[in-house]
């Protein structure tokens, strides 16, 4: 999975813990193929787990206290399992929220000694924050014997997020590193967390996201606004067609009956989504057929109406996108909520170097900054490595 070796964290874990050894977890980082900004309003996403993730090291100490140790941050935090004894480090706080978590659905645990370190880039999108807490909730399920199923796992790494880390977050990180599959992608129903794997094995072609390397400030504001105009478009609807809960439950007909009723703005915002909920259907159908060509064409789509309907992209990644149809790569979109981070691309094998090279340098030449560029491989979820 991670280009971390398990020697690595072992050798660690050793020096800090009495030369002992614990059992050895891993969880991944994710991508989301398509399916962007549909999660608020009851539709589907197509995420899958990647070969970049978390592997930490747990052993059981007999004391109740956790003992943890953050390889990449070389920082050490000892801290209780009651609510009072929250550690101040924000990356232990995700250590101990699962904990919590845990104990408040009847797990039972006594502390442990735990070293961890990870391969997901930060701030890329690609969920580093998940993958820590699939990681540890997986673990500690396992040697605590707590008898929690995956989708327990991936709600207590939500909750995680939402009670001990300030972030109001779906569900669809945590539940892409816990069910990850090699090979699948997974789409999740939004509303009724029901799921299926679709194939995801392009022989020919590569995936890489390139990251522009820039966060404009917007984001929390500008997707509370936009998450806004989903609802009125809805209520609007609604008036008509009381059945409709979501814009999941709507379509272009019923959208264009309200269009005086509602903004410009927010008839846009709400065209977005409803294409783009049936875009992801449209890719679960081309890859049962293994058509990577339609995949990548939907993707143009959806950056296309990120850019353009719900106004989420940037210049930079707009710049990235451009260049990629110039390129000839078979898809490419922003990929994650917007206004900066990375594109996800689907790339024939013959034109991935001259295509990357290519990005590098236009990108440096417009902006003065050096993108980072990501390989990824859809890869196993959770699990115990020895």
Same mark, same amino acid.
């Given at each position: 999975?991670?280009?971390?070796?398990?020697?690595?964290? @072992?050798?660690?874990?050793?020096?800090?813990?009495?030369?002992?050894?614990?059992?050895?977890?891993?969880?991944? %980082? $994710?991508?989301?193929?398509?399916?962007?900004?549909?999660?608020?309003?009851?539709?589907?996403?197509?995420? %899958?787990?990647?070969?970049?993730?978390?592997?930490?090291?747990?052993?059981?100490?007999?004391? *109740?206290?956790?003992?943890?140790?953050?390889?990449?941050?070389?920082?050490?935090?000892?801290?209780?399992? *009651?609510?009072?004894?929250?550690?101040?480090?924000?990356?232990?706080?995700?250590?101990?929220?699962?904990? $919590?978590?845990?104990?408040?659905?009847?797990?039972?645990?006594?502390?442990?000694?735990?070293? /961890?370190?990870?391969?997901?880039?930060? %701030?890329?999108?690609?969920?580093?924050?998940?993958?820590?807490?699939?990681?540890?909730? /997986?673990?500690?399920?396992?040697?605590? &014997?707590?008898?929690?199923?995956?989708?327990?796992?991936?709600?207590?790494?939500?909750?995680?997020?939402? *009670?001990?880390?300030?972030?109001?977050?779906?569900?669809?990180?945590? /539940?892409?590193?816990?069910?990850?599959?090699?090979?699948?992608?997974?789409? =999740?129903?939004?509303?009724? =967390?029901?799921?299926?794997?679709?194939?995801?094995?392009?022989?020919?072609?590569?995936?890489?996201?390139?990251?522009?390397?820039?966060?404009?400030? =917007?984001?929390?504001?500008?997707?509370?606004?936009?998450?806004?105009?989903?609802?009125?478009?809805?209520?609007?609807?609604?008036?008509?067609?009381?059945?409709?809960?979501?814009?999941? &439950?709507?379509?272009?007909?019923?959208?264009?009956?309200?269009?005086?009723?509602?903004?410009?703005?927010?008839?846009?915002?709400?065209?977005?989504?409803?294409?783009?909920?049936? @875009?992801?259907?449209?890719?679960?159908?081309?890859?049962?057929?293994?058509?990577?060509?339609?995949?990548?064409? !939907?993707?143009?789509?959806?950056?296309?109406?990120?850019?353009?309907?719900?106004?989420?992209?940037?210049?930079?990644?707009?710049? =990235?996108?451009?260049?990629?149809?110039?390129?000839?790569?078979?898809?490419?979109?922003?990929?994650?909520?917007?206004? %900066?981070?990375?594109?996800? *691309?689907?790339?024939?094998?013959?034109?991935?170097?001259?295509?990357?090279?290519?990005? $590098?340098?236009?990108? /440096? !030449?417009?902006?003065?900054?050096?993108?980072?560029?990501?390989?990824?491989?859809?890869?196993?979820?959770?699990? $115990?490595?020895?």
């Amino acid at each position: 999975m991670s280009k971390i070796d398990i020697d690595f964290v @072992r050798s660690r874990f050793i020096k800090h813990f009495d030369g002992s050894t614990g059992n050895v977890y891993a969880s991944p %980082g $994710r991508i989301n193929l398509i399916g962007e900004h549909t999660d608020y309003n009851g539709g589907f996403v197509f995420p %899958g787990a990647i070969d970049k993730g978390m592997i930490a090291e747990l052993k059981i100490n007999g004391t *109740n206290k956790v003992r943890a140790y953050s390889i990449d941050l070389k920082d050490y935090v000892e801290f209780g399992l *009651n609510e009072e004894d929250a550690p101040r480090a924000s990356w232990a706080r995700y250590i101990f929220g699962v904990c $919590r978590e845990i104990i408040k659905r009847g797990g039972k645990i006594s502390g442990f000694n735990t070293a /961890f370190a990870g391969d997901v880039p930060m %701030g890329a999108g690609m969920s580093s924050s998940a993958a820590l807490e699939s990681t540890y909730a /997986f673990a500690l399920n396992e040697m605590f &014997d707590c008898g929690l199923d995956k989708f327990e796992l991936a709600k207590i790494g939500q909750a995680t997020e939402h *009670n001990y880390c300030g972030v109001n977050c779906g569900i669809m990180d945590q /539940f892409a590193s816990v069910f990850g599959k090699a090979g699948s992608l997974i789409r =999740l129903d939004c509303r009724s =967390l029901e799921y299926q794997y679709f194939p995801f094995d392009p022989k020919g072609y590569k995936l890489v996201l390139l990251d522009s390397v820039v966060k404009h400030e =917007l984001a929390s504001s500008a997707y509370n606004k936009r998450r806004q105009s989903c609802e009125t478009a809805v209520a609007a609807i609604q008036k008509r067609h009381p059945e409709v809960e979501f814009l999941r &439950d709507a379509n272009m007909d019923w959208l264009k009956e309200v269009k005086e009723e509602i903004s410009a703005e927010d008839y846009m915002r709400a065209e977005y989504v409803i294409e783009e909920i049936q @875009r992801v259907l449209d890719v679960c159908d081309a890859l049962e057929q293994g058509d990577y060509e339609t995949v990548g064409k !939907k993707m143009y789509e959806t950056h296309h109406g990120m850019s353009k309907l719900y106004e989420v992209s940037c210049e930079e990644l707009d710049f =990235l996108n451009d260049l990629a149809k110039e390129c000839g790569v078979t898809g490419s979109r922003v990929m994650g909520g917007g206004f %900066g981070g990375c594109t996800i *691309n689907l790339v024939k094998d013959e034109l991935y170097e001259p295509f990357v090279n290519k990005a $590098r340098e236009s990108y /440096f !030449k417009q902006y003065n900054k050096h993108l980072k560029v990501y390989d990824v491989v859809i890869s196993d979820g959770a699990r $115990r490595l020895c």
